[in-house]
């Protein structure tokens, strides 16, 4: 690597640590890894030097590979999980996010998890890791606003979606940490916490009535664009029928096959998200979202339709390139564009970082 390639790949590390996790002087992090070759070493070596200089005690486990979307890492790693401040896992799909023994760590151990999808050195160096977090949180809390202050969330798009529920209060919000007033930012250092890095999105957790067709261009798990749509009926939250060629037919017998396991809550619509970072890739991201969807759906403008809650063990997103959502019947999005990065005041802090046209425009 060159000077610069290894100065980005700390600059995006450094994204991570400092902006999103905000890792203290003290903590206990632990750079979590499987044996199947996911994680660039350079990606691991770049988190721990970063680590290092921020003054925590840093520790790299490398465990056997588990069912990643649906079950709970070895106990061994479990533990190792419970004992420290923060979880950086560079793991397929996004894992162990959804896994029981993650939500366990976050909610009763205080842990702060964030699921690694910049897994190589070309990743974690991108314009997409590199994104300014002060910019990031602005625009974040930019579109938290103006969704919060509303009442009905319409998502429609070319492609035939055209689904409608209820805005919910600050709870009901996902992908944004709220404080005791109600207001988004970065969490507070020791706060259980997760997001997937790098970031940036946000989301809403459909509230009845909930209705309407949801209408994938893109599925978690098949490479590219679909072939054929697949189209989901939902009423009052639930999937009633899915319907398309054979990407549907597999992901409902993926549903099927979840529900004679036990698992309670895979049919139902929870949550709608969109992307809030320019520069995560769409042309990237669908030649790799058959492992991992995270860069597709982080770019701005793109939304996705996650089914099932993850706390009960499935969860699984299909992608809206294009979508338009409106709130209160006004746009937030227009055919995928992110309205806030034309807003007057992100695009002054954005002087800040560079030239604006640069750091706000959508990368392909």
């Known amino acids: ?32 890894t499987d044996r199947t070759g996911f994680a660039d070493p350079l990606v691991v070596d770049a988190l721990a030097v970063v680590c290092h200089n921020a003054g925590a005690e840093v520790t790299t486990i490398t465990c056997p590979g588990f069912e990643y979307r649906l079950g709970d890492p070895p106990a061994v790693v479990t533990n190792a999980i419970y004992a420290c401040n923060h979880l950086f896992s560079i793991l397929p799909a996004e894992a162990p996010i959804h896994s029981r023994a993650c939500r366990v760590a976050m909610l009763e151990y205080g842990v702060k998890l964030a699921g690694i999808v910049a897994n190589t050195a070309e990743l974690m160096s991108s314009e997409w890791a590199r994104f300014p977090p002060e910019l990031y949180w602005a625009i974040m809390k930019k579109s938290y606003d ?84 697949v189209e989901l009926t939902v009423e009052n939250t639930f999937i009633t029928r899915i319907e398309g060629g054979w990407e549907a037919g597999w992901f409902h017998n993926l549903i099927d096959r979840t529900k004679a396991k036990g698992v309670q809550w895979v049919d139902i619509w929870a949550e709608t998200m ?16 058959h492992i991992r969807e995270a860069e597709m759906t982080r770019h ?17 997103d299909g992608i809206v390139i294009k979508p338009t959502v409106l709130i209160d019947d006004v746009p937030l999005i227009q055919d995928g ?19 604006p046209k640069e750091l706000l425009a959508d990368t392909p």
Not at 174 to 194: M, R, Y
Not at 300 to 316: E, K, S, T
Not at 340 to 351: G, M, N, S
Request: aromatic residues 8%; glycine residues 16%; hydrophobic residues 40%.
């Open 146 to 229: 103006f969704v919060k202050g509303g009442k009905v969330i319409k998502v429609t798009s070319e492609n035939g979606t055209n689904c409608v529920s209820r805005v919910p209060d600050a709870l009901g919000f996902l992908g944004v940490p709220i404080d005791d007033t109600g207001n988004p930012g970065p969490p507070p250092p020791g706060s259980g916490e997760f997001n997937m890095f790098p970031f940036g999105v946000l989301g809403v957790i459909p509230i009845n009535p909930a209705n309407g067709t949801l209408v994938y261009d893109a599925l978690l798990g098949l490479r590219g664009l679909l072939k054929e749509k």
């Open 274 to 289: 969109w992307g809030l970072n320019p520069k995560a890739s769409v042309q990237r991201g669908l030649n790799y979202i």
């Open 300 to 316: 701005a403008g793109v939304l996705h339709f996650g089914i099932g809650r993850g706390g009960q063990g499935f969860h699984w």
């Open 1 to 32: 690597m060159t000077t610069t390639q290894i100065l980005d790949l700390l600059e995006g590390a450094e994204n991570l640590v400092k902006g999103w996790a905000q890792v203290q002087k003290g903590e206990r992090v632990l750079i979590l």
């Open 337 to 355: 564009r992110l309205l806030v990065l034309d807003d007057p005041e992100i695009i002054a802090l954005a002087r800040e970082f560079g030239d």
